[in-house]
């Protein structure tokens, strides 16, 4: 691939971004629909409190249809898939039409499922469809650099999803581990002072729960497309 420009990693990077908010959205998604179903109808508020999303839900009904379905909704579950796409399709010769049929194929099921009585079989195959995406990555994508910006985004939203839904420590600092060998290898810029925060807390403190916010805002500061000059 040569040279990656500033926008094309850009666009790597949100695309694994994207890919990963469906994917760990949909995971925490399903534990918080059985509690729906089961347990506490109004349990989408704190699901939603948790994402830092408004709560414009009228019942749980409405919840479940329009977070997963809603084009018109920037933060519903397919409006992110579509975000994934059109970074997709922009990047599609380094990616492989194989690789990116992936991401097609997952749009159509989620598409599908807003037509389904049975909507939760639909993100199954939303499921199926983003690991083969990031095996087609690995046996397709010929760029290392390529592959390796697309894992760091996914490792940055992973990073903030498991902060936001308080999932344990030991599982942070693996995945914060990951990211830090992924960012050596992707050769990109990156804010050095959100990285040393995120060292101070993510592998020194066991209770991140108070630490959550920092998390968040560093990470959102960690890449950066701009020259590092910005940041000096």
Known sequence: ??????????????LGRYVERVFTTLKMFTKCYDVLIDVDETAYVD???????????RYKSDFITNFLFDEGNPNSVLSTLLCAYDNAVVMRNELSSETMSYIQLAVNAMQRGKESGAPMLKLQEVFDCIFAFWGSA????????????????????RLDLYTRFSQPAPLVRKEFSILLNRLYKVGVACNLSAVDTLMKIILEKDDLEADKATIQNELARLFVTTPPEYYA
């Open 1 to 14: 691939m040569g040279i990656i420009s500033i926008k094309s990693t850009d666009n790597l990077f949100w």
């Open 47 to 57: 699901f939603l409190k948790k994402l830092g999303l408004p709560n414009t839900y």
């Open 138 to 157: 690995d046996d397709y994508v010929e760029s290392e650099t390529t592959r390796n910006i697309l894992k760091f985004g996914r490792s940055v939203e």
